[in-house]
């Protein structure tokens, strides 16, 4: 694969942050260095000043999530005056590619940033931030907050039919976030010098990332020998992906934007603890903002649904009164101008960047092991099987004819048609159908605007239209 200009923009600054995370590993604040009196010390001015307790215990959590950073909890012994412990979060003890484009992305100057200045305006619970520290040149960074226990954290392999109002929380959650930031392009302009929306040079590592990342990819789940997951639908697609991310990232710019928690899974959610045993504890909240920024709805939306639901199954039972959920509850907080279809076809968008997020982030950890292994599955499974069952392709062929009809597109014309002919192929090659449930939507009676005709001049025959099937 060819290296461009841009390539070696990025290599050089992974380079260069690489040779200075080895160089100051001593700004990095390790579990060895809390002590009582630098705990102390940090909570001074913060509203845990004067905090009372005998001793503490520390332990690692979220380990087997996936993470750029280490989270710790400290539980305190004796004492604390109600407050039985506090979260420290830090960057780790790693120069890998996922730390690293963690570190030129800023996610972690994003979230400190984010909880001091943003997150009491929330329309949603986030955890306070106590005390902060980050290094500018490196993006070593650590955190003292809220401990958001006793509320109730799953993970996509833990949550079951048992616990349906979790998923219906998550959307009115991430619905009441979408809404408060609908469109408001004044708060966006005040984050922008540090959460700038996906058009900006910030995120030009993105497509570098993933044109590394897709060759492994492509050979891994090709050696999968699994024939619901592969075909020559998805090859096609991730090679067109390379050239379209201009398209996507235009098309996240061009909105209509929102507020996004960028990292909307189940790990990074809490809700109510409704056992028995805890009496209804805690309430909803959203942890982890490193990746927040303006975006398109959709993404969070299509990382929630491909990152926790546990295959065909669950998507079966959930997703369309996930769905129904999301826009009901946006509507009430007063985005009233957006359809249901309006919210298939931000999802299909976020299906689409979905991928490309999926195949950086996972292309050098399918060989995992355990817990890891079925959580990737997982993911692997419901985002190719979403490829297939959202109208995709006519999304992506509706970017690269909106390009062919201005007078400066993004790309070469000649580029353009290539493009259109290669996402012919893949509509000839994917499936029509998903079978999957005694009810269904019908994605052209939903959302009938992604599958309007296309120009004969620019690309050729109308596509093929799909059929989502999902069980009520």
Not at 57 to 62: M, R
Not at 104 to 133: D, G, H, I, N
Not at 166 to 193: C, N, T
Not at 273 to 278: G, Q
């Amino acid at each position: 694969m060819p290296v461009t200009l841009a390539d070696v923009s990025v290599m050089l600054k992974i380079k260069r942050y690489t040779w200075w995370l080895r160089r100051s590993k001593r700004k990095r604040v390790t579990k060895e260095q809390v002590s009582e009196p630098w705990l102390r010390q940090r909570l001074r001015g913060s509203v845990l000043e004067g905090l009372e307790w005998d001793s503490f215990a520390i332990k690692q959590i979220g380990a087997e999530d996936g993470s750029c950073s280490t989270v710790f909890r400290i539980k305190l012994l004796k004492g604390g005056n109600g407050v039985k412990s506090i979260v420290l979060k830090t960057s780790p003890d790693s120069t890998s590619e996922m730390v690293l484009g963690g570190c030129l992305l800023r996610y972690f100057q994003k979230e400190v940033r984010f909880l001091r200045e943003v997150s009491p305006k929330l329309p949603v619970r986030a955890p306070a931030c106590y005390w902060s520290y980050v290094d500018g040149r490196t993006g070593h960074f650590a955190m003292l907050m809220e401990d958001m226990a006793p509320s109730l954290c799953v993970n996509a392999l833990e949550f079951d039919d048992s616990d349906a109002f979790i998923p219906e929380a998550a959307m009115v959650g991430l619905a009441k976030l979408h809404a408060k930031y609908w469109q408001d392009d004044e708060f966006f302009d005040a984050i922008r010098s540090w959460a700038p929306d996906m058009s900006a040079p910030l995120y030009d590592i993105i497509p570098y990332l993933y044109r590394r990342a897709w060759p492994t990819f492509f050979d891994s789940v090709k050696s999968l020998e699994r024939e619901d997951l592969y075909d020559d639908s998805v090859e096609l697609l991730g090679e067109v992906l390379i050239d379209l991310f201009p398209l996507i990232r235009a098309a996240e710019a061009a909105g209509p934007r929102t507020l996004l928690h960028g990292d909307a899974k189940l790990a990074n959610f809490f809700f109510p603890d409704r056992s028995a045993a805890a009496g209804a504890q805690g309430v909803f909240s959203m942890f982890d903002w490193a990746m927040v920024r303006p975006g398109v709805a959709g993404d969070d939306l299509a990382y929630f649904l491909s990152r926790n639901l546990r295959g065909p199954t669950h998507r079966t039972r959930f997703e369309s009164g996930m769905i129904d959920v999301y826009h009901r509850t946006l509507v009430e907080h007063g985005v009233m101008d957006v359809t249901r279809s309006d919210i298939i076809k931000q999802i299909t968008h976020g299906i689409v960047f979905c991928f490309g997020f999926m195949v950086v982030s996972l292309a050098r950890e399918l060989d995992a092991t355990g817990a890891e292994r079925r959580l990737i599955g997982n993911i692997l499974t419901n985002n190719l099987n979403m490829l297939k069952e959202y109208p995709c392709d006519n999304y992506l062929l509706e970017l690269v004819e909106a390009q062919l009809a201005k007078t400066k597109p993004l790309l070469p014309r000649k580029k353009l048609r290539e493009l259109c002919g290669k996402l012919r192929r893949r509509n000839e090659y994917a499936r029509i159908a998903i079978q999957g449930g005694s009810s269904s939507i019908d994605l052209k009676v939903v959302a009938p605007a992604l599958f309007a005709e296309h120009s004969d001049s620019h690309c050729g025959s109308t596509p093929t239209s799909r059929r989502v099937v999902i069980a009520s």
